[in-house]
């Protein structure tokens, strides 16, 4: 019994340890996304007022703005916030079931103690695999939808500039 409250401190330790690294992970990387968003932004408005013609900018600084944005769009995509949060809620309920289960008093009653902490360790890694699969499913289909829709709205403003100029045909 009391070889198993060590483990059981031991490993509520671990998983402490590995709460707090996440945390801190978590809140390094939801300061870089707003970083890299502020940068796209920038560049946005700059590219932006170059097409409507409030500021002059050449051609090479337009392109250097555009692979910028680019740039900095696809680290905001590469950054999977969610999958910290995931495994911070992995790691919780983990703890939880640590601190949630009683010491066993006998010899069968440890192994199936035993047991019920393994499969809930496994319950929460396969919860957090899914819900991580999940929102990476919705951010693919997110990106391609809008990059269907910028499509749609370049060929509108692509039309409406010919149509300006005269040329009638498209």
């Known amino acids: 019994m009391e070889k198993t409250s060590i483990y059981i401190k031991e490993r509520l330790a671990e998983i402490e340890s590995a709460i707090s690294k996440a945390k801190g992970s ?5 300061k870089n996304v707003w970083i ?46 969610n999958k910290i949060k995931a495994e911070i ?12 289960l009683p010491e066993p008093s006998t010899d069968t009653n440890r192994y199936f103690d035993k047991l019920v902490k393994i499969n809930v360790e496994n319950l ?4 957090t695999l899914v819900k ?5 499913s919705f951010r693919v289909s997110l990106m391609v939808g809008i990059i269907g ?13 010919k149509w300006q100029i005269g040329v009638h045909r498209f």
């Open 26 to 30: 978590f809140k390094e990387n939801l």
């Open 36 to 81: 890299y968003g502020a940068i796209m932004l920038i560049c946005a408005i700059l590219i932006t007022f170059n097409y409507t013609n409030i500021l002059n900018v050449p051609t090479w600084i337009i392109v250097i703005l555009w692979i910028i944005g680019i740039f900095f769009g696809l680290a905001i995509l590469g950054t999977d916030l």
């Open 89 to 100: 809620e992995r790691n919780e309920s983990i703890k939880n079931v640590f601190l949630g």
């Open 124 to 127: 929460a890694a396969y919860y």
């Open 132 to 136: 991580v699969h999940t929102s990476q």
């Open 149 to 161: 829709f910028l499509l749609l709205c370049k060929q509108q403003l692509t039309m409406h500039r």
